[in-house]
T-cell receptor, first 114, second 114 residues
Framework: DSGVTQTPKHLITATGQRVTLRCSPR?????VYWYQQSLDQGLQFLIQ???????AKGNILERFSAQQFPDLHSELNLSSLELGDSALYFC?????????????FGNGTRLTVT | GENVEQHPSTLSVQEGDSAVIKCTYS??????FPWYKQELGKRPQLIID?????GEKKDQRIAVTLNKTAKHFSLHITETQPEDSAVYFC?????????????FGTGTRLTIIP
């Protein structure tokens, strides 16, 4: 168990809908990261928050947004969903900013858009 | 651009033989290089990492070597076992100071043949 909690584990929704994925980092970790992994693909970095502030941004679509709350948990909002958004979404956390500390991944949320 | 290249994309080795996976990176300022193992349908898990102040690190059957001058690093697995079958990702911290992000390679699917 990595200590990173993601909910829900599975999510099935229709095109055009909006969903929220939730992540609680390991105790003491200040950074939260979101990654998208499509079937048999690599890990695509979406966004990072550090202590409540956005720190780094990847190729995150405008339809997607995220935030980190004062208690350090994070939510990833996906709107106007398309079939191509179906993927495994991982949250990870790290102690510092991630420059030289490992990321610990949650078990992921599997999103299926029908 | 900033990226991490990983080779090979697939690798099959006989049980008991060694496996080597290689990665190159673009940012000479990178100083942290972790390796992750992802079993089917599961989260990526850190298996070993190396920082730029050392050239090699070993943990039982797993070792990582780093050549900062050539900007490449490698994962070596000796005496491979069936449970080593998984997808392996290398990663490096890339980007300008204050906007660094852990960038993953495209992954290597390792299959151990019994």
């Amino acid at each position: 168990d990595s200590g990173v909690t993601q909910t829900p584990k599975h999510l099935i929704t229709a095109t055009g809908q909006r969903v929220t994925l939730r992540c609680s980092p390991r105790s003491g970790d200040l950074s939260v990261y979101w990654y998208q992994q499509s079937l048999d693909q690599g890990l695509q970095f979406l966004i990072q928050y550090y202590n409540g502030e956005e720190r780094a941004k990847g190729n995150i679509l405008e339809r997607f947004s995220a935030q980190q709350f004062p208690d350090l948990h994070s939510e990833l909002n996906l709107s106007s969903l398309e079939l191509g958004d179906s993927a495994l979404y991982f949250c990870a956390s790290s102690e510092g900013t991630g420059r030289n500390s490992p990321l610990h991944f949650g078990n992921g949320t599997r999103l299926t858009v029908t | 651009g900033e990226n991490v290249e990983q080779h090979p994309s697939t690798l099959s080795v006989q049980e008991g033989d060694s496996a080597v996976i290689k990665c190159t990176y673009s940012d000479s300022a990178s100083n942290y290089f972790p390796w992750y193992k992802q079993e089917l349908g599961k989260r990526p898990q850190l298996i070993i990492d190396i920082r730029s102040n050392v050239g090699e690190k070993k943990d039982q059957r797993i070792a990582v070597t780093l050549n900062k001058t050539a900007k490449h690093f490698s994962l070596h697995i000796t005496e491979t076992q069936p449970e080593d079958s998984a997808v392996y990702f290398c990663a490096a911290v890339l980007g300008d100071f204050g906007n660094e992000k852990l960038t993953f390679g495209t992954g290597t699917r390792l299959t151990i043949i019994p």
